[in-house]
């Protein structure tokens, strides 16, 4: 069966987004060559960002546009444990590891209170992150500052970098090696053509793996 073009389907269904085509396409290299290298996805964003990282685990971690069986000699293993192997050969699906950094409230607030705010993000990319992961950076301004943190963190650490933000870019432009700049300014309207991105994005991935 041919694969669907997600990416024309985007397209086409939201002509404004032709302009972003190229950074999605090349992001969606960059989240391939991590995952085949055995590599993770760190995400992380404020407010709604924050909703939308949690979001986009949600897409990758679990069957999204289709079924995800696992590997048959996982399969095979989890059926020789019994009865409860058995419903997990069949209930448990195919995920592409996913992390939001938002997702760990006491980590944060225990740091916030003891360290550095700002650094929350940052902390946990060097903590989290090893050379060949991807971090996957929300800000709709591209200037929030615990953002940028994280961003240089995972320079230094080794990990690639895609930022997702308005059609400005911010300081974030600059850190990144792909920066998907969706074409509004406010922060809701730019919010409203995040989704549409990273929805397209996890259906590619899905697509290549499953």
């Known amino acids: 069966m041919e694969k669907r073009d997600f990416l024309s ?5 939201r002509p404004e987004l032709a302009a972003c085509a190229p950074e999605i ?9 991590c995952y085949r290298d055995g590599g993770k996805l760190l995400i992380c964003g404020n407010g709604g960002s924050a909703a ?5 685990v949600g897409e990758l971690m679990k069957e999204f546009m289709k ?15 019994g009865v409860r192997g058995e419903r997990l050969a069949e209930g448990l699906q195919g995920a592409l590891p996913a992390l939001a ?11 916030m209170n003891d360290a550095e705010p700002e650094l929350v993000f940052a902390q946990q990319v060097v903590g989290y992150g090893r050379p060949g992961d991807t971090l996957l950076a929300l800000s709709t301004s591209g200037n929030s500052e615990n953002i940028l943190f994280a961003l240089h963190a995972a320079r230094a650490a080794g990990l690639h970098t895609i930022g997702l933000t308005g059609e400005d870019g911010g300081a ?14 406010s922060t809701p309207k730019v919010q409203e053509k995040h989704l549409p991105i990273y929805h397209a994005l996890c259906a590619m991935l899905e697509a290549e793996f499953f």
């Open 25 to 33: 396409r090349r992001a969606f290299s960059l989240l391939c060559s």
């Open 52 to 56: 939308d990282s949690e979001h986009i």
């Open 172 to 185: 974030m432009r600059g850190l990144c090696d792909v920066c998907i700049r969706a074409p509004a300014r």
């Open 67 to 81: 079924r995800r069986p696992l590997p048959e000699e996982l399969m095979r293993r989890l059926r020789a444990e």
């Open 101 to 111: 950094l938002s997702g760990a409230p006491a980590l944060s607030s225990a740091y």
């Open 9 to 13: 389907e985007l397209i086409e269904e």
